[in-house]
């Protein structure tokens, strides 16, 4: 409970934002939803045939994973809300379409009859006849498509759109049950909320929801077209994966830039989901700069064989590949390294003096290990471990990677995979062993940065290397355990580092 409210003291602005992101996506979409779909119904309450089919394929098109249609969407209009919007707007016609429809066909046909007889025009019998009857069952389907919506706007994080499954994915990542309460009680009130609202609108008068639908389909149609408008084409957009590193860096980014051109307009994106996604937003023109590690680049981007342990080589060699693939940027890296570590307990390590991997021969079968399955499968982990360390651990568990900090901090486990600049590590005085085999890769990390954005921005270049060669791993678990744990903002974090070690005036 005091971590919920720490969080709420010091985070009340971000969560408003987050709050407010995930509130235009889910209207815009149910205004677009109920463009298209009431409409439709409208048009086919004549031709049952048609319209049963559109209820077919409206039915088929919910059945999509919202991951796989994602998924579909991206390499067709990239990440972002666009994405986002268009998932929801497939998954909120349905429900819209089917209430309009059963509305428009369970009228009395002697009520049509009867309007025919007094002769109303067809346009006049639809706007005094049909629509009012029908009404309360398309109130309805908008009821069901909102709640929908919302619910599953919270993957809109996943593609960098924002909103409050920023702080779900959060909490299950960093096994913050904070940040989980945050996201889904606040996206369960919004959707409370809407609910009631609609059904409110739903009691008013037909002249009053037609305007009420007019205004707001005004004001949203206006702010996306202002906003377009007046889009900044000269703004660096940075932007982060999940996670306390990730956005301490993009805010020393913006920092360093700012400071040697106060009139530059920087836009962070924190929280924009993973590598895949930031590389396509990257090559699509959707981002500027966002910082990537060496080890990523080789295993994942460029998909390099053979590249070796040295740092120095594998950097070059992954600047290389990735301005010849894709004409990007890698810019200098810092010194910090986030790589794959083994992890053991301080008492585990204090009793058998441990302090490398190949210390671990000596008390393997006293080992207890805890691992993310992925480190416990592929070949640059436990396998790799086993083989070029000749170990043999006297038990292996694989967990999730969010709780086996936990278990080790517990006792259940003494040995656990991590990446070496943890906030854990600091928090439950842990002990990460040296890699005295060079077994991991290099993980270093540095502002993967589009050519067109150095060529617009003279000095972009110049103020990211500041921070080439910065940056302990040391420095680097300190700053993650402020955010992660003593819930500091990031930017704080940030600025403070910058002006510690003089890379920023006061």
Known sequence: ???????????????????????????????????????????????????????????????????????????????????????????????????????????????????????????????????????????????????????????????????????????????????????????????????????????????????????????????????????????????????????????????????????????????????????????????DVYPEFTGTVMETLVKANNYGKNPTKIYRQGKQMLKKQDNLDYLSPMEYQNGYALVVSKSFADKYNLKTISDLQNVEDQVKAGFDIDFYNQKDGYPGIKKTYNLKFGSTNTMQPSIRYKAIASGKVNTVDGYTTDPQIQKYHLVVLQDDKHFFPPYQGAPLVRSKAIDEHPGLKKSLDKLSGKITTEDMQKMNYQVTFQHKKAKTVAHDYLVKHNLLDK
């Open 1 to 287: 409970m005091n971590n919920l409210v720490n969080i709420l003291q010091t985070q009340h602005q971000d969560i408003l934002n987050s709050l407010v992101q995930h509130l235009n996506i889910s209207l815009i979409s149910l205004l677009i939803a109920a463009v298209i779909a009431i409409p439709s119904a409208i048009l086919l309450r004549r031709y049952t045939k048609v319209a049963e089919v559109v209820l077919q394929i409206t039915s088929i098109m919910q059945t999509i994973p919202s991951l796989a249609l994602l998924g579909i969407l991206i390499p067709l209009v990239g990440i972002g809300t666009v994405p986002a919007v268009i998932a929801l707007v497939v998954y909120a016609v349905m429900p819209i379409f089917q209430n309009t429809y059963t509305g428009f066909t369970s009228i009395d046909p002697s009520l049509e009859e009867a309007a025919s007889a007094f002769g109303l025009s067809k346009f006049h019998k639809l706007t005094r006849i049909e629509l009012p009857l029908a009404m309360p069952l398309i109130v309805s389907g908008l009821r069901i498509a909102m709640v929908m919506i919302i619910g599953t706007a919270t993957l809109a994080a996943l593609i960098g759109a924002g909103g409050l499954g920023t702080y779900i994915l959060l909490g299950i990542e960093t096994n913050n049950n904070a940040l989980l309460i945050i996201g889904a009680v606040l996206s369960a009130a919004l959707a409370l909320v809407f609910s009631a609202l609609i059904r409110f609108i739903g009691k008013l008068s037909f002249k009053k929801i037609m305007a009420v639908f007019l205004t707001l389909i005004v004001l949203f149609g206006g702010w996306g077209i202002y906003s377009t408008v007046n889009k900044t084409p000269s703004t660096i957009t940075i932007a982060g994966k999940m996670g306390s590193e990730p956005e301490i860096l993009i805010n020393m980014y913006k920092d360093l830039i700012q400071q040697d051109n106060p009139k530059q307009k920087v836009e962070l994106k924190p929280n924009f989901g993973t590598t895949n996604f930031l590389y396509k937003a990257l090559k699509a023109g959707q981002i």
